[in-house]
């Protein structure tokens, strides 16, 4: 039996077309993939993700815990509300889940995992937390609200009548009495990710709604992460690839004689040694859209569309690929039996709003 948000009511009274997705009933439109696209590019949409995973970390060694399961490093965060971005890795290095990390207090810290990997998630979670002094809490009490956009913020803000929202920072957060509202995001734009109370998110959808906030489903979500170049987990990203190989070396904070994070030893042999693979973004000429799974040849060896739609703002195909390693003008991409011509370009290929690549 598939689960249920507790805006599903309301999506079917906005027309949402629901699908199943990591065993959930989601929305996938309400009527037009583009335009809901269109309104987060140039205004604001919203976005239920309540079926997002939020874990809470709680206990003494909370902070140390923390710095034993990421490859990147809550010690950056040295103010309450401070949001840090990184993946939870095996011994390999391959990547379990990225997630989001925000700093509540000292021994309180709260993360978001995604949706598929819930089970996996928390089962390695426990068993990583079994030497160390904390303990880990799902919030299954709580919905999730993305409200994405160049006027997102300040429509929350006026809705809620709290003018002191304009404070948070990028990837930083402040709670509103029993909300939760972080400056974070997954459509490149900006924007606020709301954690409440499940039985207030009906009432504050239907006030955003009202205040002319677009519904958007899981199509344009997918099409605006792909443009802002953030990777899909299961896609872009599985356990059978580090960060090094899924363009996220960004993202880990080597420092093994301090903070032997679980997965740094692997890491380290294979920054020395060189990742055989990189994550790459494509753009196409139009007419022919790139698909998951799709061939790509290259001077150097073979290699695969992991994700790869049309991109509404720049009006091109364009896709995430993992090809050999190796300095490339342009690639071959095989679809529905046709070799074809991609361009290689550094991801995003959108960000708030504005064409990072050369078209």
């Not at 880990?136 to 009548?161: C, K, S, T, Y």
């Not at 692997?266 to 007419?287: F, H, I, N, S």
């Not at 073979?302 to 090809?323: K, N």
Request: net charge negative; charged share 20%; proline share 6%.
């Amino acid at each position: 039996m598939e689960l249920k948000t507790p805006l599903y009511d309301a999506h079917i009274a906005a027309g949402g077309q629901m699908v199943s997705f990591a065993g959930w009933s989601m929305p996938i439109h309400y009527g037009s993939q583009l335009k809901e696209h269109q309104a987060v590019r140039e205004a604001a949409g919203m976005f239920d993700v309540s079926h997002m995973t939020v874990v809470d970390i709680q206990g003494p060694e909370a902070r140390a815990y923390l710095r034993h399961l990421l490859a990147n490093d809550v010690a950056r965060l040295t103010e309450s509300g401070q949001a840090l971005y990184g993946c939870m890795l095996n011994e390999s290095g391959g990547i379990i889940d990225d997630l989001i990390t925000y700093l509540i207090e000292e021994t309180f810290y709260r993360t978001v995992v995604n949706a598929a990997t819930r089970e996996a998630d928390l089962a390695w979670m426990r068993e990583q937390a079994t030497a160390f002094d904390v303990e880990i809490i799902e919030r299954d009490d709580l919905a999730m609200l993305a409200v994405q956009g160049p006027n997102a913020r300040q429509q929350v803000i006026d809705v809620l009548g709290q003018p002191q929202l304009a404070e948070i920072k990028p990837f930083s957060s402040m709670p509103h009495g029993d909300w939760f509202i972080a400056r974070t995001g997954y459509t490149g734009e900006d924007g606020f990710e709301i954690l409440l109370p499940a039985s207030e998110a009906v009432a504050f959808w239907d006030a955003l709604m009202a205040a002319g906030v677009v519904p958007a489903g899981l199509g344009a979500r997918d099409s605006l992460r792909l443009e802002g170049g953030l990777n899909l987990y299961g896609q872009d990203m599985t356990t059978e690839t580090t960060p090094y190989e899924s363009n996220l070396g960004w993202t880990v904070v080597m420092n093994p004689d301090e903070r032997p994070f679980v997965g740094a030893s692997a890491l380290a042999a294979q920054k020395a040694a060189g990742p055989t693979q990189q994550l790459v973004g494509l753009v196409l000429d139009k007419g022919a859209i790139p698909r998951a799974g799709s061939e790509v040849s290259t001077p150097h060896g073979e290699g695969v569309i992991t994700s790869g739609s049309f991109g509404p703002t720049i009006d091109r195909p364009i896709a995430l690929a993992r090809i050999p390693a190796g300095e490339y003008a342009e690639v071959d991409v095989l679809v529905r039996g046709r070799s074809l011509k991609a361009r290689v370009v550094k991801p995003p290929f959108v960000r708030n709003g504005q064409i990072k690549i050369q078209l």
